[in-house]
């Protein structure tokens, strides 16, 4: 899978969404997500993303900063939103849930 880093928090610019042919990046409130069971590596978003805050999870591994997104794209893909019985991304297809304006713990609580 491939992993949005905090340098997407409050810059939340879309293009990675637009361009992603899955549709498998989420919009949180701050910050979007790519869904890790969705994602079949193309690397069209890694490359339209004006701030380069994603990267592919073998190298996001490797960077502390980084690697906390890919545990935390997690935390966002296991969270249910009121009135519905399945977490985010399940059903799958990030449109079907528009602006969920919802943000992991971490993501909410980011003061850089
Ligand atoms: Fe979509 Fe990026 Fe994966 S464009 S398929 S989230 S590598």
Redesign the pocket.
């Known amino acids: 899978?491939?992993v949005i880093g905090a340098d997407c928090i409050d810059e939340l610019d879309r293009s990675?969404i637009d361009?992603?042919?899955?549709d498998?990046?989420y919009e949180g409130d701050r910050k979007s997500y790519?869904n890790p069971d969705e994602?079949?590596?193309?690397?069209?978003?890694?490359v339209e993303c004006p701030v380069s805050a994603?990267s592919v999870d073998r190298l996001a591994r490797t960077i502390p900063e980084k690697a906390v997104h890919l545990e935390d794209a997690r935390t966002f893909f296991d969270t249910v939103l009121p009135g519905r019985a399945e977490p985010i991304g399940k059903p799958g297809g990030a449109g079907r849930y528009g602006e969920i304006g919802v943000d992991t713990p971490l993501v909410a609580a980011f003061d850089g």
């Open positions: 899978t491939y990675c361009v992603c042919p899955v498998c990046i790519i994602c079949i590596d193309c690397g069209a978003c890694e994603i």
